[in-house]
């Protein structure tokens, strides 16, 4: 089940005791770090674990001698392989670096530098560190890219970042950073802004060139599933101290701290919910919507790319219906068509019975009230220049509600949602992620719609805090019967939401039907491998436990 | 995090205005400017002489009895003189800058908001930036006699596109964000959509890119009153001071140093002004000083 190999003979990479990091130019010496005892062992994987703010990255940066100025290392001891890197010089660690520890990011683009070529950059590391000739270094750097399975390696050996996928380009970050045989490889968030079908190669990738190279890694994530499938050993981590350490298998079975059990039991369940009784009265309907970009040209016909190809469903009152895919898959495009913040190319769109695809601005606006949204970004969801009660009263006032009823409205919503009441009167950057994500909810929810759409509404959260947002989503749901089109890549989340499913690649849909069904036993083979790619998905993580064996049903 | 300010004598006055905390130079520049403002505004009634009296006794005199700053060429009283002429640099200095921000944050919304108007508009401003203001500024004089309302227009149009580019690219940004996407969910219409949600977002660098304006629109004017193709000369500015003492400049450089030296310790306090709008706006520089 379980990675867990027992590393205890295998020489020690890496070694933290004790060390503190502290912010020292706040009031009281804040600290970031508190006494972190990490431990790496030759071909160990390491898993660090913990939401955001827990002080995982700033770990890493630490090892690396890459703190921001403003932290400063109050205590304790950095060995790798035995020598204190606390002590060095900058110009030690920059040998050092690349040559011994090195690194690879969440967001391969911003990582390379976007005017190289790939394969100079990763001779230019040879270059900085070694004395090699140039043939040389050629001939290693395709070595290493062959090793990270780049297909026609002398075509991307001279493409630029942009011609590459994302998957290729954090295979060229895995290729640099390997190719000068580093003992520690420390690798922060490096699949997050992947596609899980990605991420699973990567994974897969990183293990392998591990078990070849006796690379010790680091690997920093906030996924649980994740860590489920790659590491050894986890270290948990909250505001800045280690809650609990142990070889994966038994952190997973049997946590120990109050707090790993809370993380584990956030994480949702793989296994769909049962779905509720079906309604008959459609709320939305979408027929054969398309959206196609370019074609415009006035010599000549521009390239056209199909975005959304025949999409069509039913959602009726107080149902979920979830739409999953990659990125690039479509699933946007077609909530965006569906608010009409952009126009579909043709198709209908049924609200409440009347067609609003083909509305003018003017002719649409009755119907916009019935249809409300929530976003990904909390950040950038609301006027950071506006009060919350000027967010949450612009809709109502638009529609002819008086400023004070609209006003006690909000202040009601306020309790719904589960934020103080004196949270009206403040400003946007005064909330968490999660408290605007529920401020925004409370912002559609003003508006009494018959339809929500929520595009990736959970996906910029912690697992905690997307558990309790779903939570408020179904409870809304419950009481007002809102038909919700829910938006996500994570088919976690869409088990533990949708009644329905859609399942969507390159704009078209490939697989349509009650959660359960689809998947739990998916039909389409692009499902099965969306399922299989699922990090940790064997692993009943709320439960401690392995899942429960579901057989999938055989290829329709 | 907490950055030491700079205190200053100003800070008491600040704390009052409910102004945030500002450097020693902002202080010193927004005390300079204050005194000139002060000084122009009220020069009809402390300037000591009529600017326009010439008395052909007392010519080309350094300091004397009545005359703090000496006479010109004329007899005019030197210091009357470039009180009267601040005057009028500083209207059309606030006048041109006012205009081109309006009309340029009304031209700037609409192109960054509809795409259809934007090539088009975009395209007219790309015409207008090619004309050089000094030879606008001439033409405008031959056809309309030389008075304030040709050299503000001559001073403003070219600076209309600058400021359309800014406005236009703040709102281009500014439109893709989700709040505005969710407005147009909550139904709100587009003229309230670019009033509340958008032009906000401008008004931070419009406010900087005004003190440029402002400062350049002054010294403009003193270069086309130098060519003579400003204001008439019976008016004084400070440039036509400028103009017309440059002859007797080497015999008393007393005409070109005192409204030269108003004029740079103008600008300079206007520039020193936008820079500080500029830091106290900017959203990064805010987190960072707290």
């Not at chain 1, 030759?42 to 700033?58: A, D, F, I, P, Q």
């Not at chain 2, 009809?44 to 005199?61: E, Y």
Request: glycine share 8%.
């Amino acid at each position: 089940m379980f990675k867990t190999r027992n590393h205890n003979d295998a020489p020690v990479v890496l070694q933290t005791s004790g060390l503190t990091v502290s912010l020292p130019e706040t009031p009281g010496n804040l600290k970031v770090l508190k006494s972190i005892d990490v431990t790496i062992r030759h071909s160990e994987t390491v898993c660090l674990v913990g939401e955001s703010g827990s002080g995982k990255s700033v770990t890493s940066l630490a090892i690396m001698g890459l703190l921001p100025q403003a932290l400063k290392v109050a205590g304790g001891s950095i060995q790798l392989q035995g020598r204190d890197l606390l002590p060095l010089s900058q110009a030690q660690m920059r040998d050092l670096r690349a040559a011994r520890v090195a690194m690879i990011f969440q967001e391969p683009m911003t990582a390379l530098n976007p005017v190289l070529r790939v394969g100079d950059q990763i001779m230019e590391v040879m270059e900085l560190h070694t004395d090699l000739p140039a043939a040389e270094r050629r001939r290693r750097a395709v070595a290493i890219m062959e090793q990270v399975h780049l297909p026609d390696v002398d075509r991307i050996f001279r493409s630029y970042p942009h011609q590459l996928s994302g998957g290729q380009r954090q295979r060229i970050m895995i290729a640099m950073a390997l190719v000068l045989e580093p003992v520690l490889l420390i690798a922060d968030e490096p699949t997050t802004a992947l596609d899980v079908t990605t991420q699973k190669q990567i994974l897969a990738l990183i293990d392998e060139l591990q078990q070849n190279h006796g690379t010790a890694v680091l690997f920093i994530t906030h996924d649980m599933g994740v860590v489920a499938e790659i590491a050894d050993t986890v270290y948990v981590m909250k505001r800045g101290e280690i809650v609990e350490h142990g070889p994966v298998d038994a952190l997973l079975r049997q946590p120990r701290a109050e707090y790993t059990r809370q993380l584990l039991k956030a994480v949702p369940s793989l296994s769909p919910r049962p779905a509720r009784p079906e309604a008959d009265d459609a709320v939305l309907r979408v027929e054969r919507l398309n959206k196609i970009y370019g074609g415009g040209g006035i010599l000549r016909k521009l390239p056209q790319a199909h975005a959304a190809k025949d999409v069509g469903f039913t959602l009726s009152r107080g149902r979920t219906l979830g739409i999953v895919g990659e990125s690039g898959s479509g699933k946007s495009t077609v909530a965006r068509c569906i608010m009409r913040l952009i126009d579909p190319s043709s198709g209908r769109i049924m609200l409440d019975g009347s067609d609003i695809a083909g509305l003018s601005r003017a002719a649409l606006r009755p119907h916009r009230k019935k249809l409300q949204v929530v976003f990904q970004d909390p950040m950038r969801s609301l006027n950071p220049r506006w009060t919350i009660a000027a967010s949450l009263i612009e809709g109502p006032l638009n529609y002819g509600t008086s400023r004070a009823d609209a006003l006690a409205e909000a202040a009601r919503l306020m309790d719904v949602v589960g934020l103080p009441q004196d949270a009206l009167g403040r400003y946007p950057h005064q909330f968490s992620g999660g408290q605007r994500q529920r401020i925004a909810i409370a912002r559609a929810v003003m508006m009494r719609p018959d339809v929500l759409v929520a595009d990736e509404a959970v996906s910029a959260l912690d697992v905690s805090v997307q558990a309790q947002v779903l939570d408020l989503l179904h409870q809304l749901q419950r009481d007002l019967e809102i038909a919700i089109v829910f938006i996500t890549h994570d088919l976690r989340v869409a088990a533990q939401i949708c009644d329905d499913v859609i399942v969507m690649q390159r704009g078209a849909v490939v697989e349509h039907g009650p959660a359960s069904e689809v998947l739990a036993a998916p039909a389409h083979a692009y499902t099965r491998a969306l399922i299989d790619a699922a990090p940790g998905r064997s692993w009943d993580f709320q439960n401690f436990r392995e899942m429960p064996k579901v057989p999938h049903a055989e290829p329709a | 995090m907490a950055i030491p300010q700079p205190t200053s004598a100003m800070q008491p006055v600040l704390r009052w205005l409910r102004l945030p905390r500002l450097g020693v130079g902002t202080g010193i520049a927004a005390a300079i400017l204050a005194v000139i403002v002060l000084l122009t505004l009220l020069s009809p009634w402390i300037a000591p002489h009529d600017p326009l009296t010439m008395n052909p006794l007392a010519r080309l005199k350094g300091p004397i009895e009545g005359h703090p700053l000496g006479t010109d060429n004329f007899g005019r009283d030197i210091l009357s003189r470039v009180l009267i002429g601040g005057r009028l640099s500083l209207i059309i200095g606030i006048a041109t800058a006012a205009i081109a921000v309006l009309i340029g944050l009304v031209i700037g919304v609409v192109a960054g908001f509809f795409r259809t108007a934007d090539a088009i508009i975009m395209r007219m401003m790309d015409a207008l930036m090619a004309i050089p203001s000094i030879l606008l500024a001439i033409a405008l004089v031959a056809l309309n006699g030389p008075s304030v309302g040709s050299v503000i227009a001559a001073i403003t149009i070219p600076e209309i596109p600058r400021v359309v580019r800014l406005v236009r690219a703040v709102v281009l940004a500014a439109r893709e964000e989700p709040y505005v996407e969710a407005a147009i969910a909550l139904g709100t219409s587009m003229p309230k959509i670019l009033v509340r949600h958008l032009v906000p977002n401008t008004l931070a660098p419009l406010i900087v890119q005004g003190t440029y304006i402002l400062a350049s629109a002054i010294l403009t004017e003193a270069i086309l009153s130098f060519l003579g193709a400003g204001v008439s000369t019976e008016t004084p500015t400070w440039g036509n001071i400028m103009a017309e003492g440059r002859l007797f400049f080497r015999i008393k450089p007393e005409l070109i140093l005192y409204p030269g030296l108003a004029l740079s310790l103008c600008i300079l306090s206007i520039n020193l002004l936008g820079d500080a709008a500029r830091d106290m706006l900017d959203p990064r520089l805010k987190k960072r000083a707290g």
